[in-house]
Each structure stands twice: as C-alpha cells, then as structure tokens.
C-alpha cells in the first residue's frame, strides 16, 4: 500500500512539472493558434540559467526560479516580436517547419555553450531528503514542486478568467478586428500572452532540473511529452492540461516501476486510448 501510494505522490509530482512546462504551449496553440515545437527551448532556457545562477554564481535557488522565468518570458517577447508574429496566418506546416528548426539551433547553442553533457545540480539542504506526511515518507523537493504548480495553477486561472489582461487575451483571439476597434492593441496582448507561455515554460524547466535531468536536447527529448499534455487535454484551456498531465504523469510513473521492461510504452498505449475516447480533449475543447 505504501509503494502505491508513494507511486501515486511521485506521478503526482511529475504530472504537475509537465503541465507548468506544457501550460504555455497549450496557450500559444489553443488561444494564439501557433503550433510552437520549439516550447521546450524556452523550459531548457529556464533550465540553463537555474544552473547557471546556482552552481557557478551561488545565487540561492528560490531566486533562480523568477529570474528563469524572466529570462525565458524576454526570450519569448523578443523572437514573438521578431519571428514569430510573421507567421501567424501562415500554413500550420510552416509554424512546425520553422519552430523545429528554432529547436535544433537551440540544440546547437546549448552544446556549444554549456558542452553536450547533463548538467550537475545540487539542490539547497532543505529539499533534499524526505519528510514524513500521515505515515507516509515523501520527497521534500516533490512536495515544494506539487506547491508551486498549485500556487501557478490558481494564479494563471485567476489572470486569464478574472482580470482585464485575460478579457483583452480571449477578446483578442475571438476577433482581433473589433478587439482593435474598442482600444485593444493586439499586437502588444499577444506578445505578452506568448512571453508568459514561455516564462511558464522556463519557470518549469528550472523547477525540473532534479526530476527531468537537463542537457542540450532536452527541448527533443521531451518534446512528444508536452504535445501529449496539450493534446490530450485539449488546447486553450488549463484545466484540461492540468487534468491529462496528471493522469499521464501517473501512468508513466507506474508503468515505469511496476513495468520497468515496457518503459515508456504505458503512457503512449494511454495516449492513444484517451485520444480515441475523446477526440478534442479531456474537457471537449477541439486542439
């Protein structure tokens, strides 16, 4: 009962790091109508400078976490402006020709810079270890990452359905023309809708660095794995990433320890069911 549980805890914790990590691209697909392949640049971003702050500057770890979203935020503000807002109406097959080539130069960069090998980390005292919870001995650094995804969650719900910055965002996407005609600036709510999907993404990849290991293939390797969330999900909603990330992270966890010989297989077979079950999402929103 207890490996049960545990197992549960720990797909719990993982499920909750790829939705921080996939939030955004859900966003930048389901709002902005942008397949963005390179999402997972602007996580290994967040990943670099997390490591960089902490392992070479001593900068303490709970203040790597905003300057990672920043950074990934900056970087995703400027190549919106430079990029990406090109090819907004372009042909989706575009977008994904273009985003996966952003991908392997990021790939490139990040070997040239930091070298092609995973990057060594050591977290502060106070997340290492377990502590004991109803009986049960948890993860310190899982139990502090399952927090912040709650605390994320609640205030990305609470800026996109409750505040003048969402209204402007889902305005936008309904009808650019009228949302311009009543003072809206468009461009500027899109560029600041896509900074804070990669923020999002960066502020993940930093959180991750313990869990998902990071190196410079790191936007490859788990590439599939975002997709997976937003899809099965659905795109444009939060709910519905939050809901599959869990469920997939669970599945992945378990099919790992109960089945190590199957490996990665389980959370495909599942995707593949929950696809077939519901089409446009978890929560019925079409992808």
């Known amino acids: 009962m207890g490996n049960l549980i545990g197992v549960l805890f720990d797909g719990v914790a993982y499920g909750s790091l790829l939705f921080l990590i996939s939030v955004g691209l859900s966003v930048t697909m389901g ?71 952003l991908t392997f130069m990021a790939v490139a960069g990040a070997t040239y810079i930091f070298g092609p090998s995973q990057q060594p980390v050591e977290l502060p005292a ?12 948890v ?6 990452l399952i927090g912040v995804v709650v605390l994320v969650t609640l205030a990305l719900g609470y800026l996109i359905e409750r505040t003048r910055f969402g209204a402007q965002i889902r305005a936008s996407v309904d009808n ?17 809708t896509f900074a ?18 990071l190196d410079p293939t790191f936007p490859i390797k ?16 939060i709910k519905g990433p939050l809901l599959a990330a869990i469920v997939l992270g669970i599945f992945d966890v378990a099919g790992k320890y109960y089945v190590p010989e199957v490996g990665a297989f389980v959370i495909y077979a599942l995707m593949v069911v929950l696809l077939l079950l519901f089409p ?5 929103r079409r992808t």
């Not at 203040?63 to 995703?76: K, M, R, V, W, Y």
């Not at 650019?176 to 600041?192: M, T, W, Y």
């Not at 804070?196 to 290991?213: K, M, N, Q, T, Y």
């Not at 590439?223 to 659905?234: K, N, P, S």
């Open 31 to 101: 709002l902005m109508n942008f397949i963005n392949l390179a999402h997972g640049a602007f996580a290994m971003l967040g990943g670099f400078v997390c490591v960089t702050l902490l392992s070479r500057l001593g900068v303490p770890f709970l203040l790597t976490l905003p300057l990672a979203f920043l950074a990934s935020a900056a970087a995703g503000f400027v190549l919106e402006r430079l990029l990406y807002r090109r090819l907004y109406k372009a042909p989706h097959l575009d977008q994904v020709l273009f985003s996966i080539g």
């Open 139 to 144: 993860g310190r650094y899982r139990l502090f």
């Open 126 to 137: 106070w997340l290492r270890g377990q502590v004991g919870i109803a009986g049960l001995d």
């Open 280 to 284: 446009n999402g978890l929560l019925g």
């Open 196 to 213: 804070l999907g990669s923020g999002l993404a960066g502020l993940g990849g930093g959180l991750g660095i313990d869990v998902l290991g």
């Open 176 to 192: 650019q023309v009228a949302s311009a005609g009543l003072g809206i600036n468009v461009s500027r709510v899109f560029s600041l």
């Open 222 to 237: 788990y590439m599939v794995y975002f997709l997976l969330v937003v899809a099965v999900g659905g795109a444009g909603t």
